[in-house]
């Protein structure tokens, strides 16, 4: 793949929007001066020195063409910048250059590529937001500090942490992934013939929803403080029984959160323990949930399909406290070793929006 200065984009990369860079991007100082700042030296110190180039000298410096670096950037999530904008370093230069090398070696494509640096970019932006506040929190709540000069002294102490960041960052990466590894192994193990079904998804999962009741409404009569109390207190209370209890989060919205997990007797235990959980804490709006066991379609760290669908629709009409399943999803959990704590009561039949009528059941864990 030939990705030198000056020359075409590598095969799969569109060329940039402004490619000539003279009337499009944001407006940025085009020389760099020395540091002026406290933030401006601490950017420099995270991003190992000086801002030196454009886009262009970053391009030739990298030994790729102009084009591939806007996509390199754009795919990172950030905007156009001009020819003439001065905000790049040897960083950029290593970046950028390094995923020039896995194309030109056909380790991978131009498309892959963009996905990877889409997926690195989503999860380190939501990364360092969450860990920023978290920082800022921390320093409002030890030092009695309000918000902003909680966020003044965070901005001059950040880099006292970085490394420890980025080194805890690294464990959790490689923990994450041996893990993801070792999953896929044994599942596929179990499994070696592929479907030659085109709707078939490919992977067999229990899924659970969890959201909080009336949410919306009481939202708004929350002030700022008690509302970051309170869905912090569902995130963190949920992610920690999720994952005690052996299985995955997969998204949190505000109010709701979505699991998975490999057996359907891990997602029935998550799902009792959840209510649980939250039910116990002081200041809780009441929570409902729902499982489903089904096929699912996995992208971009997420999950699709008809399964997921069937949970998100029957977590809406769950009574609060209560675990709605459809018909599918209980007769596989009643011939689970795991059915004698359980009961299951069948409910009235609700139309369902887009899957019709369903008459689920509710799950209920027998007092020990």
Known sequence: ?????????????????????????????????????????????????????????????????????????????????????????????????????????????????????????????????????????????RRHLDDVSARLVVLDKITDVVEVLQAQLDYSWRRQLAGLIARTDAEVSQSRRASTDPFHMPLQRALGFLDMVAYTRRSTELGSRALADLVQTFEYTSRDVITTHGARV?????????????????AAEVAVEL?????????????????????????????????????????????????????????ALATSPVARHYTMVPREGVELQGLGEVRPIELRRIPE
């Not at 950030?78 to 056909?106: C, H, K, W």
């Open 1 to 141: 793949v030939h990705v030198e200065a000056g020359g075409p984009p590598p095969p799969g990369i569109p060329p940039a929007p402004g490619s000539s860079g003279l009337d499009d991007g944001i407006d940025v100082p085009d020389t760099q001066e020395p540091p002026s700042s406290t933030v401006t030296a601490r950017i420099e110190a995270m991003l190992g020195g000086p801002r030196t180039m454009t886009i262009v000298e970053l391009a030739e410096r990298a030994g790729v063409n102009v084009d591939f670096a806007r996509t390199f950037w754009k795919a990172m999530g950030f905007p156009n910048v001009r020819d003439t904008s001065v905000i790049f370093g040897e960083y950029d230069v290593r970046a950028l250059r390094s995923m020039a090398q896995l194309i030109e070696d056909d380790t991978i494509d131009t498309t892959t590529a963009i996905s990877l640096l889409r997926a690195q970019s989503h999860m380190t932006d939501r990364l360092a937001l969450w860990q920023t506040e978290a920082l800022v929190e921390g320093v409002a709540r």
């Open 250 to 266: 997969v998204k949190t919205i505000g109010d709701a959160v979505l699991y998975i997990a490999d057996d359907l007797a891990t």
């Open 275 to 331: 209510i649980a959980a939250l039910q116990a804490k002081e200041n809780m709006l009441p929570v409902r949930a729902s499982l489903v066991w089904g096929g699912v379609l996995s992208r971009n760290g997420d999950v699709f399909g008809p399964t997921v669908n069937l949970a998100s629709r029957l977590v809406d009409v769950a009574p609060p406290g209560g675990i709605l399943m459809d018909r599918d999803t209980a007769d």
